[in-house]
């Protein structure tokens, strides 16, 4: 059973980064594409970013330019590197990844952005 663990979350100011990480139990090699979504509350779950088992990346358009995707072969680890944040990115982000026809998801870890 693929298990994707996210750690990272936190209360931060406006402006301000986090970086979040998602640890697979397995490699990541062996999925087809891993990925981070988010849910605010009241609102449907949303696509944030994701990268495809061959390095190729992509981002929500209004996301573009301030949040990052990465992952680590050897550590089996996948990260969102997030800048300037702002009060509306206040949610739960997911890790997921994909292999054929199955998604697995994390439990999510939850982002806060306040003064």
């Known amino acids: 059973q693929v298990q994707l663990v996210e750690s990272g979350g936190g209360l931060v100011q406006p402006g301000g980064s986090l970086r979040l990480s998602c640890a697979a139990s397995?490699?990541?090699?062996?999925?087809?594409?891993m990925g981070w979504y988010r849910q605010a509350p009241g609102k449907e779950r949303e696509f944030v970013a994701g990268?495809?088992?061959?390095?190729?990346?992509n981002y929500a358009d209004s996301l573009k330019g301030r949040f990052t995707i990465s992952r680590d072969y050897a550590k089996k680890m996948v990260y969102l590197q997030m800048n300037s944040l702002k009060p509306e990115d206040t949610a739960v982000y997911y890790c997921?990844?994909?292999?054929?026809?199955?998604?697995?998801w994390g439990q999510g870890t939850q982002v806060t952005v306040s003064s």
């Open positions: 997921t990844a994909g292999r054929g026809p199955s998604s697995y």
């Open positions: 397995e490699s990541i090699l062996s999925f087809n594409a």
């Open positions: 990268m495809t088992s061959v390095g190729t990346t």
